[in-house]
């Protein structure tokens, strides 16, 4: 909550992003309500993933829709201060942990090395990866003998977490030439690396299936702002494989199941596997 609070703040404050603004909050989960909550205004528009789900917007009302991203992702990238670390925003102007209650880190290898000890840490607590456990912890301990901490200089900039179309309002009163009216759910939000927003946001823009010129557009448009793009950010085939590897490891969807026995389970380990195995395969190569 208190990452959230002060993620609206910084972007009220340096920036002109449409977003809520906060009338009250508790993180105190004490509270009468015994959870955490926040109250802010709510702002004009649709939800992107409501509209989407009615209607294919054209690629001209997507390209309204990305100048408008790629403006405030410039924003957040060049108009609010950097941190010299990665993790959430604290309420006092620090940066803390995140919502794993990870970090704060002050290096990129810090940052991908802790997710996996905390990622083997949940492998022995819960039961549902017992089938791969073994071989996956024996592949940690294959990345454990990687250096790259020399190799990966990345800036850390104010990101989002999850900036996708469930996150984006839209003016639907012309849909052909849409914007953004509203940018919302901020709890992901502090200093990351820059590489880091092109795995957790943005899929409907990069993942187009019937159109490869969305992907393209959206980097142009961010590239003439100076943002970094995967075809801009130094070494980013790397950033993916450690990205790969850190979700891999232990699927947050298959902790606290009910019924761990379920076919799709074991299928899901399997792949989880195979894939953790490969990309050490892949580190190992390109690490030489």
């Known amino acids: ?7 609206l703040e910084l972007l009220t404050k340096y920036t002109t992003i449409p977003v809520p603004k906060v009338l009250a909050y508790s993180s105190d989960r004490n509270n009468e309500y015994g959870v955490e909550w926040i109250l802010m205004t709510r702002l004009p ?37 950097r941190f010299n670390q990665i993790g959430a925003f604290r309420i006092d102007g620090e940066i803390g942990t995140d919502l794993n209650q990870l970090g704060p880190w002050s290096t990129y290898e810090q940052f991908v090395r802790d997710r996996v000890q905390a ?24 990345f454990d003998k990687l250096r790259f901490s020399s190799l990966i200089n990345l800036p850390f900039v104010f990101s989002h977490g999850d900036l996708d179309i469930q996150n984006i309002l839209i003016s639907t009163d012309d849909l052909e030439s849409p914007r953004i009216t509203g940018i919302v759910d901020w709890e992901w939000a502090g200093s990351f690396p820059c590489s880091e927003e092109y795995f ?3 899929q409907y823009f990069l ?72 990309v050490i395969l892949e580190l190992e190569d390109e690490l030489k």
């Open 1 to 7: 909550t208190e990452a959230e609070v002060q993620a």
């Open 45 to 81: 528009g649709k939800n992107m993933s409501i509209v989407c789900k009615v209607q294919e917007l054209s690629f001209n009302a997507k390209k309204s829709i990305m100048r408008d991203l790629a403006d405030y992702v410039a924003q957040m990238h060049f108009r609010i201060p």
């Open 119 to 142: 990622d083997a840490i949940t492998l022995n607590k819960d039961p549902v990866f017992a089938p791969i456990k073994d071989s996956m912890l024996d592949a940690i301990h294959q």
């Open 200 to 202: 957790t946001s943005y």
């Open 207 to 278: 993942q187009d299936d019937n159109n490869d010129n969305v992907r393209i557009f959206f980097f142009e448009e961010l590239e003439k702002r100076n943002v970094l793009t995967p075809r801009t950010i130094e070494r980013f085939s790397l950033l993916e494989k450690f990205n790969r590897l850190v979700t891999n490891i232990a699927l947050w969807d298959l902790t606290d199941l009910i019924n761990s026995a379920h076919p799709l389970v074991k299928k899901k380990l399997d792949n989880s596997l195979s894939t953790v195995q490969a």
